[in-house]
């Protein structure tokens, strides 16, 4: 038998593997089954990792780490229907965060749009501007033009990847297919279309030339990236630095800073200048001081995310900055000395709270190992006492949601080879995405679940709300605390459990290989 689709799907998942496309995640379907042949055709032949999944939102945020993890796109395959839909809060984070998700959904022919046709929908836009393209195809019919299904390939990929683009994202590719919806021939693995990625064209970067006399800080949000360590390096600038910006490396990255925005007015105050990478969010200090009008604020544009000018009051947005002149090295030693004092008076606890469980879990990641932060309490946490190490940490903090948090570290694990992925996750945060703890049995991964229980939305505690309402409404409509026995879920979905009371016990703990729930009863 042939079939229009399967041709259709075979050079299209073949360009896709030339390309730089080398895991593609399934979620089984009827009128996507050309598309899935197709990729595990090229999985059998090694041309690219086909990871299949039953759940597609949670399918979605796996891929979501992984393309984070590896910085290349990431192909996903779903029928048509919810199937989609199911897409949409990972495909929301991806967008805000820039992480290249390629999205090939199965559809019906467009004639039978609107007419009650069975598990069809209008796909097309279903995701907004949350991608940055969405193209409808319309179903192949013979003979199909495999060199534009070739060129189609190319162009998600170098949009996806924000080749010649504003900014790298999920790109949309709605494939609709007639019956006969697939067919043994071709074997995807025997074709090769020669398909290949479009250079960037010629960009002149924007430059910034700012004097070095004024007391500058240098906050580095989410996805700062290494060019953020190197400025505040080459510059000499105290660095301000989020879990996940990738650079709270070094003597410059300034430990306990929400703090010291709010003790240290004196030293505050003499802050005249703010450069900013990434996209700051946890700490409302650090929003303060970047809306003060008595300072000026320079704004480096993320290659992933845009620029961050939330209050309008940018003074500059550019592409990259340099100094013109020397700058003190007495501004760096100053907070460096406040940062010092300030945690040498920090009360330590010998039990395990907040604190501890980030230190210790610091402490014993080695470089190739990852840390997950759930994008609400247990992040700000990190903010506050984690140290300055090299080492990856990851957090879904493009819209700062804690869906999915448990697949994106899945995602993140799956490339480890041997090392440890620990995510460090309140107890809602683990209930929301507990799907996901679901195993696939062909993948080996050392992923620790750190869950602090403190019986729900404890971040609340700090928010205005808990002095507006009474305390059995702010229980109810706020903290929601729930009761779950964890030790029969870890049991359930095959994790190996432990609620260690103490240091010790946690260090014991965080050496168990395989998938592990630790809960730490706060």
Not at 31 to 52: E, F, G, K, M, Y
Not at 192 to 198: D, E, Q
Not at 347 to 353: P, V
Request: aromatic residues 6%; proline residues 4%.
């Amino acid at each position: 038998m042939h079939s229009a689709a399967q041709v259709f799907s075979a050079n299209l998942l073949a360009a896709l593997s030339e390309l730089e496309v080398q895991e593609v995640f399934l979620a089984p379907g009827s009128r996507s089954q050309s598309l899935a042949i197709a990729a595990q055709q090229l999985h059998d032949a090694n041309r690219l990792v086909l990871r299949v999944r039953i759940d597609e939102r949670s399918m979605a945020f796996t891929a979501l780490g992984a393309a984070k993890a590896s910085g290349r796109p990431v192909a996903i395959i779903t029928t048509s229907g919810t199937a989609v839909a199911n897409m949409l809060p990972a495909v929301l984070e991806a967008s805000h965060s820039g992480v290249p998700l390629i999205l090939l959904t199965a559809d019906r022919p467009a004639e039978l749009r609107g007419v009650g046709a069975n598990q069809t929908t209008n796909q097309v836009g279903i995701f907004g501007d949350a991608v940055r393209s969405c193209i409808d195809i319309a179903a192949p019919m013979d003979p199909v033009d495999t060199n534009s299904v070739k060129e189609l390939a190319e162009k998600a990929v170098a949009t996806a990847l924000g080749i010649n683009q504003e900014f790298p994202g999920p790109v949309h590719l709605n494939l609709c297919f007639r019956e006969p919806l697939s067919a043994a021939e071709p074997n995807a693995s025997d074709l090769y279309p020669g398909a290949r990625l479009s250079e960037q064209d010629n960009y002149q970067p924007r430059f910034a030339v700012v004097t070095g006399e004024k007391n500058t800080i240098l906050v580095a949000g989410a996805e700062a990236g290494v060019e953020a360590l190197e400025a505040g390096e080459a510059f000499g600038w105290p660095v301000f630095a989020e879990p996940s910006s990738r650079c709270r490396i070094g003597a410059n990255a300034i430990i306990g800073y929400p703090a010291l925005l709010e003790e240290e007015k004196d030293l505050a105050d003499s802050i005249q200048r703010v450069v900013v990478y990434g996209k700051p969010t946890l700490s409302r200090q650090v929003q303060k001081l970047i809306a003060r009008k008595d300072v000026e604020l320079v704004v480096i544009k993320s290659k992933l995310m845009g620029p961050f000018n939330p209050y309008g009051n940018a003074a500059e947005i550019v592409d990259e900055i340099t100094v013109n002149g020397e700058v003190s090295n007495d501004w760096l030693a100053r907070w460096r000395v406040a940062a010092h004092n300030w945690l040498s008076v920090q009360e330590t606890s010998k039990s395990l709270d907040r604190r501890k469980i980030i230190e210790t879990v610091y402490e014993v990641s080695e470089i190739d190992d990852t840390i997950v932060l759930g994008a609400s309490r247990m992040i700000r946490e990190a903010d506050t006492w984690a140290p300055a190490k090299a080492i990856q940490v990851f957090a879904n903090r493009g819209l700062a949601g804690i869906d999915g948090t448990i697949a994106t570290a899945t995602g993140i694990a799956l490339g480890g080879e041997g090392s440890f992925t620990r995510a460090i996750i309140g107890d809602l945060t683990l209930l929301h995405d507990a799907s996901s703890m679901i195993e696939d049995v062909e993948e080996d991964i050392n992923l620790q679940l750190i869950m602090v229980n403190d019986q729900g939305g404890s971040l609340f505690e700090k928010l205005e709300v808990r002095n507006v309402v009474e305390e059995a409404v702010f229980d109810r409509v706020f903290r929601t605390g729930q009761k779950v026995d964890y030790w029969s879920l870890a049991n359930a979905y095959g994790f190996s459990y432990f609620c260690p009371t103490n240091e010790v016990e946690l260090r014991s703990a965080l050496t168990t290989i395989g998938r592990v729930l630790i809960e730490i009863k706060l």
